[in-house]
């Protein structure tokens, strides 16, 4: 037995990186998943994101698991079509009890229009995170089964990161706004056996971080070199560890932690 048999996530961010890992994760503990990705390029993101081949993948990794998945592309920014992908999804499936709002987008680099580059990364990190809620809670409520939701932060969001461009402020500010939306949620939905909880990792082996190649990361962003020092010796975490921690706040393991940050951060948080 599995400790999710039975039930369905709905995974945003899912084409690879940290979201296919969740969605893998979760498969592998008996969950169905919702899988929605943007799969298309933001103009001030400076690293490829993720395409239609990606999503591909992670539906075809899940279904090597035995497990059932509907993945669509949709942009977490789109509240109607993040919608349609979730009714969709939960019409197929049966309704979720799991929610991980995952999609997130890391900050531009030089020579970035300072306006855009604010605007995208608070649309889709924090807004994003937004939608997604609203889209799923209703459904939770309606079916009166209880639930987790948990929403990806980050160590910027318990910190300022000290870099003063337009991504990083954008990126910082998102990442503390979500953390004020877990709160929140956990406070409203704490009656109905609703947990609301966010992870908060350091930086993870991700496209995002340019698969671990730290020197590829300081050319984009140089001032990040003080900002990625864990206390524990390791540069990044991978995201199978981030999918540990939200696998067991998915869990009923976890059936009392509500309103909580769970720092997956090799010690960053505590050397500050």
């Known amino acids: 037995m599995g400790k999710l048999d039975g039930k369905v996530a709905f995974i945003t961010g899912a084409a690879r990186g940290q979201g296919r890992s969740h969605a893998l994760r979760l498969a592998e503990e008996g969950a169905d998943i919702i899988a929605v990705d943007i799969c298309a390029q933001i103009e001030s993101v400076q690293y490829p994101m993720s395409t239609s081949a990606d999503l591909d993948q992670t539906v075809s990794e899940v279904e090597k698991l035995g497990r059932r998945i509907v993945a669509s ?4 920014r789109d509240y109607p079509a993040l919608q349609k992908a979730f009714d969709e999804g939960t019409a197929a499936l049966g309704p979720a009890s799991i929610v991980v709002a995952n999609a997130g987008i890391g900050a531009g ?6 306006d855009q580059e604010w605007e995208d990364v608070v649309a889709v990190n924090m807004s994003g ?3 997604t809620g609203r889209v799923a809670i209703p459904s939770l409520l309606k079916h009166d089964n209880g639930g987790s939701i948990i929403l990806t932060s980050s160590t910027g969001g318990l910190i300022g990161v000290g870099i003063p461009t337009a991504g990083f402020l954008g990126y910082t500010a998102a990442k503390h706004g979500v953390i004020g939306l877990m709160r929140s949620w956990a406070n409203y939905l704490a009656p109905h056996m609703i947990r609301v909880n966010s992870v908060a990792p350091t930086a993870v082996r991700t496209p995002m971080a340019a698969d671990g190649d730290l020197a590829a990361i300081m050319e984009r962003n140089p001032a990040l070199a003080n900002s990625l020092t864990n206390a524990m010796p390791v540069d990044l975490v991978e995201p199978l560890d981030v999918s540990n921690a939200v696998l067991w706040l998915a869990s009923d393991e976890s059936r009392y932690v509500t ?3 769970v ?3 090799a010690g960053m948080l505590n050397k500050r």
Request: proline share 11%; aromatic share 6%; glycine share 16%.
């Open 109 to 114: 680099g030089k020579g970035m229009d300072p």
């Open 129 to 131: 995170v937004w939608n």
């Open 263 to 265: 720092p997956v951060d």
């Open 73 to 76: 592309q949709s942009d977490v």
């Open 259 to 261: 309103g909580t940050v």
